[in-house]
């Protein structure tokens, strides 16, 4: 299958696996996350889809498994983080924000995990990721700003928590 067939046959399906992606997501933006790694592994299975049946359907089954398999990791996190003992956050705050920094990263899907490290971590360039990664360089900022949004977010939710425990 080549591109031009791809795009025919799969991508066409994009805004319907979208719409049915914000059915498991509070944030937009996850959904998107979800229909775009969908896309890539129907690209990278390109060859094996002209035996399937329903392209449509296989695509739709994929954005349900994904999205099910990011909320089941998301509460294992949440549960996680809800597990760490009271007294050592408040003794070694400073050192466990930039480990609980980190872990966050680790948490993040692939694309967003791998530029916001290389940016922010590491220090790269964008024009230096975008050619790592083989991502133009408005992908390489858009997924960053989505990762730092994302990690914003879920810092200010253990922050606030840290806040009324305190408090």
């Known amino acids: 299958m080549n591109q031009e067939t791809f795009k025919h046959t799969v991508f066409i399906h994009k805004d319907k696996m ?11 933006e996850d959904a998107f996350d979800v229909v775009q790694e969908v896309m890539l592994k129907l690209w990278e ?15 739709m089954n994929m954005v349900r498994n994904l999205a099910f398999n990011k909320i089941d990791k998301a509460k294992r996190q949440a549960t996680y983080l809800e597990q760490l003992p009271n007294d050592s ?16 990263i680790d948490s993040l899907p692939e694309k967003q995990r791998t530029v916001m490290y290389l ?49």
Do not use: W
Not at 89 to 104: A, D, M, N, V
């Open 89 to 104: 956050q408040s003794e070694k705050y400073p050192e466990l924000t930039r480990e609980l920094i980190l872990k966050l």
């Open 45 to 59: 299975i390109r060859h094996q889809l002209e035996n399937i049946k329903s392209i449509e359907g296989y695509a």
């Open 119 to 167: 940016r922010d971590i590491e220090e790269y360039e964008i024009e230096n990721i975008a050619e790592l990664t083989k991502m133009e360089e408005n992908a390489v900022r858009v997924n960053l700003s989505r990762a730092r949004n994302t990690i914003k977010i879920q810092l200010n939710k253990i922050f606030e928590y840290e806040k009324r425990r305190i408090g």
């Open 18 to 28: 979208y719409r049915f992606a914000t059915r498991f997501f509070a944030y937009q």
